[in-house]
């Protein structure tokens, strides 16, 4: 194999809010050679989730913080160019955890997925990888939408609020989303096929609440926490069931109030619970199964944000806090072998 420079995005410094100079710092080395076990990936496109951000903090978590000096950690997606490793085949399309850098080494292991007969990587890290399988699982299991009931999903422009809605629409709920300005909210509407969507940045989210769910709120997706979580709270149905996927609001600046209105889901005898997908890895089939039926009848819809090039992965995990994507946000690093 021909000697290969590895472009990374490492880790200089912990952030304080928004990434800023100085925090990471673009470094090229040659490309690893796979051993024995191992298979070399090229990276095609970079994920940017708010996860992301979560691990650049000294802080515990389900994954150990990023260290300093080390490739920042995300997931993304690429082809393998040499292996060593019979789980995977050179030209195989695989997802697992990239980080900012165009080569990575995988192993047969938990983090790297082989996509056997998908060629369309945009659907995969939209709908048929972790974005996915979180919105499925988050809103099948815990959420549980029922037909005529009422679904309200925070961040309903992004990526997993997008999918978590529609799979409560293919269910028979009423879907209303929660978004950031009217062009995210005409996206939700007439891309997405929610049935209305808030705009929160309009003010006086309780009205607008009241006004759309009449009724009260028998779902809740919520990525946001924060006030929008606690104006949730404040119009729940009886027995509604409150899915806690995300906390965007808190990952920049670690203040973590708690909702004055949890006590409503006393008075509603309702309930509220996290999740992390990954504690469903052996279910993950089940899901991209259901989730590629709907896809091909037409009743699941995606979209992407893409940054171009390795350098551009800062400004695109900056710009998920300011609100710059609409679905998946993604950094293309590389060509595809296969466009559809």
């Given amino acids: 194999m021909p000697s290969l420079t590895n472009r990374q995005i490492v880790l200089r410094r912990r952030p304080a809010g928004m990434l800023q100079p100085g925090d990471t710092e673009p470094i090229s080395s040659p490309a690893p050679e796979p051993a024995v076990g191992e298979a070399l990936l090229r990276t095609t496109y970079i994920g940017i989730d708010a996860a992301v951000r979560t691990w650049?903090?000294?802080?515990?978590?389900?994954?150990?913080?990023?260290?300093?000096?080390?490739?920042?950690?995300?997931?993304?997606?690429?082809?393998?160019?040499?292996?060593?490793?019979?789980?995977?085949?050179?030209?195989?399309?695989?997802?697992?955890?990239?980080?900012?850098?165009?080569?990575?080494?995988?192993?047969?292991?938990?983090?790297?997925?082989?996509?056997?007969?998908?060629?369309?990587?945009?659907?995969?890290?939209?709908?048929?990888?972790?974005?996915?399988?979180?919105?499925?699982?988050?809103?099948?299991d815990i959420g549980r939408p029922q037909s005529g009931e009422t679904v309200v999903v925070s961040a309903a422009a992004g990526a997993t609020g997008s999918i978590a809605g529609q799979l409560a629409k293919i269910a028979g709920a009423r879907v209303v989303g929660i978004a950031g300005g009217a062009d995210k909210c005409r996206?939700?509407?007439?891309?997405?096929?929610?049935?209305?969507?808030?705009?929160?940045?309009?003010?006086?989210?309780?009205?607008?609440?009241?006004?759309?769910?009449?009724?009260?709120?028998d779902v809740y997706f919520d990525n946001v926490g924060g006030p929008i979580l606690d104006a949730v709270l404040g119009r729940l149905a009886p027995r509604a069931r409150v899915v806690l996927?995300?906390?965007?609001?808190?990952?920049?600046?670690?203040?973590?109030?708690?909702?004055?209105?949890?006590?409503?889901?006393?008075?509603?005898?309702?309930?509220?619970?996290?999740?992390?997908?990954?504690?469903?890895?052996?279910?993950?089939?089940?899901?991209?199964?259901?989730?590629?039926?709907?896809?091909?009848?037409?009743?699941?819809?995606?979209?992407e944000t893409i940054y171009q090039g390795i350098e551009s992965c800062v400004d695109a995990l900056n710009g998920l806090f300011t609100g710059a994507n609409i679905g998946k946000m993604l950094v293309k690093v590389g060509e595809p072998s296969t466009v559809v």
């Fill in 56 to 140: 650049l903090d000294d802080q515990p978590g389900y994954l150990p913080p990023v260290q300093l000096g080390e490739v920042i950690r995300a997931a993304g997606i690429g082809e393998v160019i040499a292996s060593r490793c019979d789980a995977y085949a050179v030209g195989d399309i695989v997802t697992t955890l990239s980080g900012f850098q165009e080569y990575v080494l995988i192993r047969d292991d938990l983090f790297s997925t082989p996509m056997p007969g998908e060629t369309d990587q945009l659907a995969i890290m939209s709908v048929y990888g972790p974005t996915g399988a979180t919105a499925y699982f988050g809103m099948t």
């Fill in 187 to 217: 996206a939700v509407v007439q891309d997405f096929g929610f049935d209305a969507c808030i705009d929160y940045k309009a003010g006086d989210l309780p009205a607008a609440l009241k006004r759309h769910c009449p009724g009260g709120v």
């Fill in 245 to 303: 996927c995300g906390v965007i609001s808190s990952y920049l600046t670690g203040k973590q109030p708690g909702p004055a209105n949890y006590v409503n889901l006393l008075a509603k005898t309702a309930s509220m619970q996290g999740f992390n997908a990954l504690d469903q890895w052996g279910r993950f089939d089940e899901a991209f199964t259901a989730l590629r039926r709907w896809a091909a009848e037409g009743r699941l819809a995606h979209r």
